[in-house]
Nanobody
Framework: QVQLVESGGGLVQAGGSLRLSCAAS????????MNWYRQAPGKQRELVAT?????KYADSVKGRFTISRDNAKNTVYLQMNSLKPEDTAVYYC???????????????WGQGTQVTVSS
């Protein structure tokens, strides 16, 4: 059973920093893209950052957030600096994973972690 487990959310003041982690566990053959999404109350879920061989960011977080991954640990990170109140949301980890028992890739989601930025 493959699963994604996130950690690192919390409450921080504007201008502060947080680091989110997401570890994939289970019988994994390979992982393709790893992504971070977020969903604020009353808004649609949006892609924040993605990492394959390259990284891409939403315009709203460029220069403030950094996505990275440790392939040996099947873990993706999101370093969030200069946080703003508008960054408040539930952050979700997402990854395209090929389980050892499957031929193709499956889209997996973490349970989400709350990030709250106070002004």
């Amino acid at each position: 059973q493959v699963q994604l487990v996130e950690s690192g959310g919390g409450l921080v003041q504007a201008g502060g920093s947080l680091r989110l982690s997401c570890a994939a566990s289970g019988s994994i053959f390979s992982i393709n893209a790893m992504n971070w999404y977020r969903q604020a109350p009353g808004k649609q879920r949006e892609l924040v950052a993605t990492i394959t061989g390259v990284t891409k960011y939403a315009d709203s977080v460029k220069g403030r957030f950094t996505i990275s991954r440790d392939n040996a640990k099947n873990t993706v990170y999101l370093q969030m600096n200069s946080l703003k109140p508008e960054d408040t949301a539930v952050y979700y980890c997402n990854a395209q994973i090929r389980p050892s028992s499957q031929v193709g890739f499956i889209n997996y989601w973490g349970q989400g972690t709350q990030v709250t930025v106070s002004s």
